[in-house]
């Protein structure tokens, strides 16, 4: 990939510093502004730190592109698109707040769900949610009673904190026979302790 | 407890059983569908071996051998995860012998001030019972065990300075659970309905001896 040089970037740099904090960065899912506001407390945000790498750096580097500064001789080397290995090995996210989410109906765009929070207890909250703020392998998990797990927090990346949230589906194997068998078992067993004559009319 | 003052949270669920660490492979994870495509043909720190698996997925570390599976994170959001994708692992193989299950916190707790860390040990170890036998003693490691019958095991809370927060404190909380030995199961299933229904009980348990000590210190 074609990258600026140096002093491009600089001034890309030093213009963005300039700009207001946003209230979320890039890569961060539009989660609707009203549950973020009340889940997120606005002083916690970290403004993110461009870096300048230096060809002293440990960083694990590849495919970073030396460019000379026009204005010294000093070589300097940008901060690589690609990291050497996955780069999810470098991606920290440090969760401040926890959910568990039913998915309870979907439509072409969008699904509702209801969402239990894991971290303070509080009250069931329902959200409407976009596809396209799910990764899209986790698309074809989107149905009625699909369980996801949602947090809000911060993305630490190469030492740079972003608030970010998350989403992902639970993966989890189809029941098997057997505890389809166990489950309408229980079923019955609880149904019977609570209502003796309706289950024995039901029996068979 | 103010959570922000852990500073490190890694957690670690174990299973010991008999295990055939090869068949483990990052693919064969996402042909049961419980990993992603990517993640599946870009494991990180892949080591495939007849005696040993280990790999990283960015977001849980998975290691096998022949005695042990292990899953780790150290990050909160996937702590759910890595339970479910230790269930649905042997909801396929249910037939693996299982024993035992060790659902294990390391946790390291910001101080921030010598002081404060001198309060803190002396709640946990005061200074009144040690300061006559060992005047110049300093706490190393503290360790409490409380045994369970229903399910059988034991939660093992071990207290020491942290190596990697200073001054800061370590704690290590080990839930550990196991079949009885008279049990007639073959599999894992009951191991694994243990990892189910215990797994919230274990997690406020965690936090509430984390607060207990932090908050009365």
Redesign the interface.
């Known amino acids: 990939m074609i990258m600026e040089t140096s002093t491009e970037y600089l001034a890309k740099v030093e213009e963005d510093t300039k700009k207001p904090s946003k209230p979320l960065d890039a890569g961060v899912l539009d989660m609707p502004q009203e549950f973020l506001k009340k889940h997120w407390d606005s002083n916690d945000y970290h403004k993110t730190n461009h870096k300048l790498y230096s060809a002293n750096d440990d960083t694990d580097l590849i495919d970073a592109q030396e460019r000379k500064s026009s204005n010294s001789s000093e070589k300097l080397y940008l901060a690589p698109e690609v990291l050497k ?2 780069a ?2 470098s ?6 707040q ?1 959910w ?1 989410g039913i998915v309870v109906s979907v439509n072409s765009t969008s699904f509702v769900s209801r969402l239990k929070d ?1 971290t303070n207890k509080g009250t069931d909250e329902e959200v409407i949610l976009p596809y396209d703020k799910i ?1 899209a ?2 698309i074809s998990l989107i149905k009625p009673g699909a369980i996801f ?1 949602l ?1 809000v ?1 911060y993305k630490i990346k190469n030492k740079t904190k972003h608030k970010a949230s ?1 989403i ?1 589906f ?4 189809d029941w ?1 026979e057997d ?1 389809v068998i166990d489950a309408y078992l229980k079923g019955a067993e609880k149904l019977r302790a609570v209502s003796p004559n309706q289950s024995s009319k039901n029996a068979g | 407890m103010n959570k922000k003052l852990i500073k490190e949270h890694l957690l670690s669920i174990v299973l010991v059983g008999d295990f055939n660490p090869k068949i483990f492979q990052p693919e064969w994870f996402y042909k049961i569908g419980l990993i992603r495509e990517d993640e599946a043909s870009n494991p990180i720190d892949l080591i495939s071996h007849a005696e040993i698996m280990s790999f990283n997925l960015g977001w849980i570390k998975v290691e096998i051998n022949r005695q042990k599976f292990t899953v780790y994170t150290e990050q909160s959001a996937y702590f759910d995860l890595a339970r479910d994708f230790t269930i649905g692992t042997f909801k396929i193989l249910k037939h693996t012998p299982i024993k035992m299950l060790g659902i294990n916190n390391h946790i390291h707790v910001g101080i921030y001030d010598k002081q404060s860390w001198n309060s803190f040990a002396d709640k946990v170890a005061p200074d009144s019972l040690l300061k006559k036998g060992l005047p110049k003693g300093e706490l190393e490691q503290l360790t409490i065990k409380e045994e369970r019958s229903n399910p059988k095991g034991y939660t093992r809370l071990t207290v020491q300075p942290s190596l990697t927060h200073f001054p800061g404190a370590y704690f290590d909380i080990n839930n550990h659970f196991e079949i009885d030995q008279n049990s007639k199961e073959l599999g894992c299933k009951e191991i694994i309905s243990i990892l189910e229904n215990n797994w919230k009980e274990t997690e406020d348990k965690t936090l509430n001896i984390l607060s207990n000590i932090w908050d009365n210190k």
Do not use: C, P, Q
Request: no cysteine.
């Open positions: 290995t996955s999810n090995k991606i920290f996210f440090d969760a401040l926890k568990e894991l990764d392998e986790d797990y947090a927090g998350l992902r639970r993966r989890i194997v098997s505890e």
